[in-house]
């Protein structure tokens, strides 16, 4: 999992960077992250009903590695805005999974 923050921590600072240098201020920048995962949500409902060919307009036009392929851009997305807003995001990601997690797997 370390490999996986550090990708992410690198991505984070990539896109600070560019916002910084446009002259984004810190909390504009992590709203429009947060926007991000709900562009990159639709995306990925988009490609569900592509699946299921509930759009009477398009038919069957997605597979379910295209939804696959749209959860994991969510995911990245929302680890990414997590990275930006707080320094301590694995550690904090962390403790929350496991406090979340435990409502259901603690018996």
Known sequence: MDDVWKTIGALSDLF???DTARGVPAEEQWTLQVLKIGEEFGEAAQAVIGVRGTNPRKGTSHSWEDVHDEV????ITAL???SRMRPDAPAYFAEQLRRKSARFLEG
Do not use: Q, S
């Open 72 to 75: 994991a851009d969510t995911a």
């Open 80 to 82: 990414v805005a997590l």
């Open 16 to 18: 600070a960077d560019r």
